[in-house]
């Protein structure tokens, strides 16, 4: 859609919060698409009224409870007709429609706040912002006395840019409570985001309760011990007889439906097939392959937790446990999964090799297209649209089925004519190392993923012809769990990071700038510290990359310049983060340059990629000291590489600050 704008002036320069009298920048995340700042301040005292529509009473009502609570003041109902001088104002009426449907526009002046929108998730969306316009205690879970409760004038026309701003949690590996839950869909509503991915069955555990098969929580829902490692004080998720677990009645799950339907978050559920799927065969084993018996694992890597198309019934259990999903979830999109099929226990199966023959299928992959088309009809029978990883492209799709794209297919889905959601784990896995530190009390997968990558996230592939982008969704952040236990170490892991993907997900393309997101965030983390959130702050930057045309020798030397990034004496740290290649990447030093002499070298045979040996240690940072900053000085860092066992590298350099050591 179009978005016609009556904005003139617009300034894109988030800063913190000025004094009174001044011009101020609100820090916005995401950002609007349009905001012009004006001077002058709205000031909130305890005769503000929340005027609005009968319409808009809802969304009134929750503005007033989170700012009623913070600052003791009243923040009165009343009618939009009878709203004045002094108050705020909620309405549909007189909303512009180009904004769309969740589009809002937002008018702070000295005299009064209003904010218009032709929808109430719109309208949501404007209380949202008018919350981030106010300091940024607006979000403390405790009363603040001390506080001058100012706006600053803006006008913003705002509406995002894609239609699905999602985060998924894995919460099968490890189990998150009702209240939990809710914790992070606060959090989602605050950077606008509107899907809730919950992933609710895998091999570790089965976390949905299912009325016609009460085994798979009864059994499904627990296993002997925390597992993958972890210490078992790192989680309080136990029963009574002391088994790890938990799972969701159907009424948890209506609660957090409907909790999240007030922030106007849909709710996808995943129930995963015909892989990933020991929980549910632990508790009905003869809707497997081999009859059984079938162990929940307590780490990842276990692969016999696979369906049997084979068998009739096998489709019976999953077309009732769905017709139940059906009857919890209103939304439209059901995830199937279809990812990391272990399609060798389909090749040693006579009764899945007899199918094969008799449906003139020639390979295990078109038995997975075959059975995930089968469920994909009868989702859309049930006029849900199914959704799965991006394996399930192996054997063909169903007309209407959704791709999420985590390994890649998304360009080619989309050309074919299918919607897809971007969530390639090389930008969008936020359970990987945020930081080059590795922080001995939270565990990750080995990746490095840091902040100024996740930004720099582009949702549209380039290769991807202009007529079919209409097809990209949008965006996802994925929370996986099995080294994170607890929601203290899933929200270090997610925040800030979440918040890139949140303004890659509104935000137009044109007008995201990664310094302007730092300045923000310096306002931002005080929220997160307001709200309880758990968060890892780091300042790493990318400073290069590397590709297979610069390791064409034995032996090769690579520089990148890192003025910009050496600010202040002090310990750097440098990781060479592999992308993309067969081969490892073998470093033999690293070395700090100051105008043309070397200062600092660090000497260890270090390794990135996809070897055993690469993964093994976190030996692919690099660790200098400047005891001074020489004044106008040329910083370069240059690292000694060979290709290894081949020249086929691909990565990215990062450069940051380091703790003292």
Known sequence: MKIKSRIAAVILCPMAMASAADVVSPAIIPLPQKMEIRSGIFKLTPDTHIAADSVSARTARFLAARVREVTGYP????????????????????????????????????????????????????????????????????????????????????????????????????????????????????LKMNVFHWHLTDDQGWRIEIKKYPKLTQIGGWRPGVGFGLDPKSTTAYGPDGRYGGFYTQADIREVVAYAAARHIAVVPEIEMPGHSLAALAAYPQFGCTGG????????????????????????????????????????????????????????????????????????NELQGWFMQRMEKFV????????????????????????????????????AGHDVVMAPHRFC?????????????????????????VYGFEPIPAALEPRYRSHILGVEACVWTPDIPSLSDVEELTFPRVDALA???????????????????????????????????DNATQIGEWTPKKISGPTNLLEWDATREITAPGAYRLSLDYTSGKNPLTIQWAALWENGR???????????????????????????????????ARYAVKVSVAGGEGNDSTGVVFLGREKAR
């Open 75 to 190: 923040l009165n109902l009343i009618s939009a007709k009878s709203g004045g001088s002094g108050n705020i104002l909620l309405t549909t009426k007189d909303a512009d429609t180009n904004l769309g449907l969740e589009g809002y526009a937002l008018t702070v002046t000295p005299d009064s706040v209003v904010i218009r929108a032709p929808t109430q998730a719109g309208l949501f969306y404007g209380v949202q912002t008018l919350l981030q316009l106010l300091p940024p205690d607006i979000f403390s879970t405790k009363r603040v006395t001390h506080e001058d409760w100012q706006v600053p004038c803006v006008q913003i026309e705002d509406w995002p840019r894609f239609n699905w701003r999602g985060l998924m949690l894995d919460a099968s590996r490890h189990f998150f409570t009702v209240q939990e839950v809710e914790q992070l869909l606060d959090a989602m509503a605050t």
């Open 293 to 364: 018996p079938f162990t929940i694992p307590l780490q990842l890597g276990v692969f016999n937790g696979i369906y049997n198309p084979a068998n009739e019934a096998t489709f019976k259990f999953l077309d009732e446990v769905l017709t139940e999903v059906f009857q919890l979830f209103p939304g439209k999109y059901v995830h199937l999964g279809g990812d990391e099929v272990p399609k060798d226990t389909w090749k040693n199966s006579p009764a899945c090799q007899a199918l094969m023959k008799r449906e003139g299928l020639t390979n295990e």
């Open 380 to 415: 859309e029978a049930h006029g849900r649209i199914p959704i799965g990883w991006s394996e399930i492209m192996q054997g063909g799709l169903a007309s209407n089925t959704v791709v999420m794209d985590w390994i890649g297919g998304g360009t080619e889905a989309a050309s």
């Open 429 to 453: 896995y936020l359970c990987y190392y945020p930081s080059l530190d590795r922080p001995p009390n939270l565990r990750a997968y080995r990746p490095y993923l840091p902040l100024s990558k």
């Open 503 to 537: 303004e890659a997900g509104w935000s137009s393309q044109s007008a995201r700038n990664f310094d302007n997101f730092l300045q923000r965030l310096d306002v931002e983390y005080q929220r997160l510290a307001f709200c309880g959130i758990n968060y890892w702050r």
């Open 598 to 632: 070397e200062i600092a070298r660090d000497a260890h045979i270090g390794f990135t990629g996809t070897s055993s040996r690469a993964v093994k240690a976190c030996d692919w940072n690099y660790y200098f000291d400047l005891p001074d900053l020489r004044k106008g």
